[in-house]
């Protein structure tokens, strides 16, 4: 079974600059989340998606961050402008759901840097 | 609405010697409870996870973790600590009515020769 795929790997750009990032979950997977990890802190939910509707996104920064999952499957987040303080690393995670099994797959994240 | 406690930021073991990281849960829901590793540099790797089967749960690499509801707690366990445990341990609940998965704020385990 292929797990989540996330891409790109690593990406450094200037403040101010834009950036989007690619998630592809595990196939048949209802529920995606998208988290941020800096540098010495646990995973932080920015948003979950249940097929193509959000569920929670109250810990997305709204003014800066996107995200978006059409058709139910794969998912992009995006950051514009990027600050200083976006730097981390941003995970994508699926989960089949159903009432026995709510473990959560995680992709290898995309480590963002901003100069 | 559920969050996870880590009880501990830091903890230092000698090699050998066992192993108890703490976790504190609140959920709405009957939740699952999860316990993942993070070494330096690395991605989250699973060690261990609790579905409302058995109470005690048996991981990966020796650990275990015992789901105690009485006591809103899934703390996990090792009885002898290897140098190739230091890393950094998560703690996670979900419930099953939302699916959320939450985070604690993480355990950097330090095992010391």
């Known amino acids: ?115 | 609405a559920q969050s996870v406690t880590q009880l501990d930021s830091h903890v230092s073991v000698s090699e050998g010697t066992p192993v108890l990281l703490r976790c504190n849960y609140s959920s709405s829901y009957s939740p699952s409870l999860f316990w993942y590793v993070q070494h330096p540099n690395k991605g989250l790797q699973l060690l261990l996870k609790y579905t409302s089967a058995a109470t005690l749960v048996k991981g990966i690499n020796g650990f275990e973790a015992e789901f105690k509801k009485s006591e809103t707690s899934f703390h996990l366990t090792k009885p002898s600590a290897h140098m190739s445990d230091a890393a950094e341990y998560f703690c996670v609940v979900s419930d099953l009515g939302t699916y959320k998965y939450i985070f604690g704020t993480g355990t950097r385990l330090k095992v010391l020769a």
């Open chain 1, 1 to 115: 079974e292929a797990g989540v795929a996330q891409s790109p790997r690593y990406k450094i750009i200037e403040k101010r600059q834009s950036v989007a990032f690619w998630c592809n979950p595990i196939s048949g997977h209802a529920t995606l989340y998208w988290y941020q990890q800096i540098l010495g802190q646990g995973p932080k939910l920015l948003i979950q998606f249940q097929n193509n509707g959000v569920v929670d996104d109250s810990q997305l920064p709204k003014d800066r961050f996107s995200a978006e999952r059409l058709k139910g499957v794969d998912s992009t987040l995006k950051i514009q402008p990027a600050k200083l303080e976006d730097s981390a690393v941003y995970l994508c995670a699926s989960s089949g759901g159903g009432l026995m099994n709510t473990e959560a797959f995680f992709g290898q994240g995309t480590r963002l840097t901003v100069v």
